[in-house]
């Protein structure tokens, strides 16, 4: 039985497209990929209004994790600071917001 080769094309095709999965794999754990900041915002913010929708709870309470990636977890409040841009945004103005995006909520 004669050995099985693989030509040079082949061996360098395969190792390009690991390269590939490895580096999107990354990318995709890290969150680093452009766009995913932005749907990470919106997620925290959107999880944290209804939270402040259900219970009344301050947005300065109610915590959504850590978005700023800074390694501590953040409140309502600093989601709503990040996800409009207004860094002097008040507990009113957050709170506004959140029941603007959510008008049915029940409380």
């Not at 219970?55 to 953040?74: A, L, R, W």
Request: one cysteine or more.
């Amino acid at each position: 039985m004669k050995g099985v080769s693989l030509s040079i094309n082949t061996i360098i095709i395969i190792s390009l497209a690991i390269l590939v999965l490895v580096f999107l794999s990354y990318t995709f754990l890290a969150g680093s990929f452009p766009g995913f900041y932005g749907m990470r915002l919106e997620q925290a913010f959107n999880s944290g209004c209804e939270k402040y929708i259900r219970t009344g709870t301050s947005p300065k309470d109610i915590f959504v994790g850590d978005i700023n990636s800074d390694g501590s977890e953040d409140s309502l409040l600093t989601a709503c600071r990040l996800y409009y841009g207004i860094d002097d945004m008040t507990l009113t103005e957050c709170e506004n917001r959140c029941e603007q995006k959510f008008p049915f909520g029940g409380r």
